[in-house]
């Protein structure tokens, strides 16, 4: 007998059908939910950008408004895709039992998984994406760096959708999530450099901050918008970490369901 | 017998009695031939949850065309079996096949010919009727198109022509539960394993979801179902599987199972014992009235109690020992045919099992 706790491959024909699920309820739903997902980052890019920046004459070298901007972009994906793998994907398998439903079919918890990782991942591209796109409009990001971009922010999406995961996995009600926003989310926002420069902090926090994707996300996103490129070093650093970071928490979390949904 | 016959020849749609009565084909659980294997086996099952032995060497089979109720008390386990062999729960000892594939090594290729009916409605609340049919279609690989086209014809099957548009959140706990049969069929599956399909409904939805079920068994589609009403298994089970402690208590032809181990006549009383000197004295007298003669052949009766309700199998019509003994008004009595459910009290016990 194969080992019974662990995970089925991979099969993404199997994982887009059920991608493919969650997308077809999003299109029904498609307006308020991209309101959502990108008015409030809007209101805060320029509710902080213009009132603050009112305040502060340049930060590295630009106004405080296009510093934030990135910030904001690498922000509104990392609570897209958080809030879409924690809430959304617990609700599906705890409260509406739809996994349930999909696991009676040839479809396998990892095919619910993983498609469950690339929806929330897609969610926050389209949320970090509509989030550029007005900062495009207004004039502080390049449009040429749109292109450059995306990638980094499907990457940032993927990332926090996988960091997600292992949450939902232990979770028994939806007040634990509230924990992960409280201890992990929030911090992060504020050690990341998406809303002031990481020199501002003191240097134990900085090296600390070096450990958290939403930094790498957004070392990433500054010099993109300013119609720069990063160094090679800085590239290679957030992919690998970015990289780690969605690999293993996403098998550590299907290990974890499958005991918890298939005992 | 040719191998996979759909419909053995002595289940003759036109009587569905005589049929019941038929004796099974396969009296026993374990796949035997070679020439009709079983759709589905479990064999020898072993399994745990923590230190509670859920099944133990479980041990039964479906055979093409044929339609086996598994009863048994609540935890039993009737559902861990099911979700056992759809390879969504590991064991420990044992062999479990599915439509000839190795569970749960290849239960992939297994559900993909398998419909499930589950026990609590997980339809889809964010879809309408049609929408739940068609994203339920593309995790079978089914083209969007083919299941389109297929929509109708499901939806009429189960008397909801015309509600593909509905939402879910619409539709009454009745609609709901056919819409998921629907939904099970929604791939053409060779086997349906459904968990208790009609807790819950009120009579015309159950009817109506019996009467599904018998057209599907008459096309060829075999079925495994878990309930808790006898009746409903003597009504569609060709075999029923009595299963306590997850072992298998009986096995067999519903009518056949209740014939061997039930007298012909059940006699139920309850009511005020007092005027009738109490419970014990009427039994003792009921007892010496129905105890028959050796030459008759004939065994003697068997008593049960349940609170202080008198229950009374005997081989011999108690009409006439009730009518000499004339009980009092106070007490009410009946007198009945053994059927399903005085067999599953004898094996599995009066004692409420929770959980």
Known sequence: ?263 | MTARSPLPPNRSPQHPLSARDAPSPHPTAAPTSDANPPLAALTAVVKHYGTTRVLDALTFAVYPGECVAVLGPNGAGKTTALRVLLGLSPYEAGHVTLLGHPIPADAVAARQRVGVVPQFDNLDPDFTAEENLIVFARYFGIPEATARARVPELLAFVGLAGKEAAPVATLSGGMRRRLSLARALVANPELLILDEPTTGLDPQARHLIWQRLRELRQQGVAMLLTTHYLEEAERLADRVVIVDAGRVVAEGAPHALVAAAIEPFVLEIHGDWSSVGGIDAFERRLAESLTPLAANGATAPRFERAGETLFCYTTRDPAAALALLEPHPTLTAVIRRGHLEDLFLKLTGRELRDG
Not at chain 1, 223 to 239: E, N, Q, Y
């Open chain 1, 1 to 263: 007998m194969a080992d019974p706790t662990a995970p089925a491959r991979f099969a993404p024909r199997r994982a887009l059908a059920y991608w493919r699920r969650n997308a077809l309820v999003w299109r029904k739903l498609m307006v308020p939910s991209l309101l959502g997902n990108f008015i409030d980052p809007t209101l805060y890019l320029f509710g902080l950008g213009l009132g603050l920046g009112a305040l502060i004459a340049e930060v590295e070298g630009q106004p405080y408004l296009n510093f934030l901007a990135p910030g904001i972009i690498a922000y509104a994906t990392m609570n897209a895709a958080s809030f879409e793998a924690l809430y959304s994907a617990f609700s599906r398998m705890h409260v509406q039992k739809t996994w349930e439903a999909v696991l009676t079919t040839p479809l396998t918890l990892t095919d619910v998984v993983l498609g469950e990782l690339l929806w929330a991942a897609t969610k926050a591209t389209l949320a970090g994406g509509a989030v550029t796109l007005v900062a495009a409009a207004a004039g502080l990001v390049a449009f040429t760096a749109i292109p450059f971009i995306l990638p980094v922010i499907a990457l940032t999406g993927l990332t926090f959708a996988a960091l997600a995961l292992p949450m939902v996995a232990l979770a028994k009600s939806y007040d634990f999530f509230l924990y992960y926003f409280t201890l992990f989310i929030t911090p992060m926002s504020f050690l990341s450099g998406a809303f002031f420069p990481l020199t501002q902090l003191p240097a134990p926090l900085v090296a600390f901050a070096q450990a958290l994707p939403l930094t790498h996300a957004v070392a990433l996103l500054r010099p993109l918008a300013a119609g720069s490129s990063p160094a090679f070093t800085t590239l290679a650093v957030a992919v690998v970490l970015m990289g780690l970071l969605t690999v293993l928490p996403t098998r550590w979390a299907l290990r974890r369901l499958t005991r918890r949904l298939l005992p």
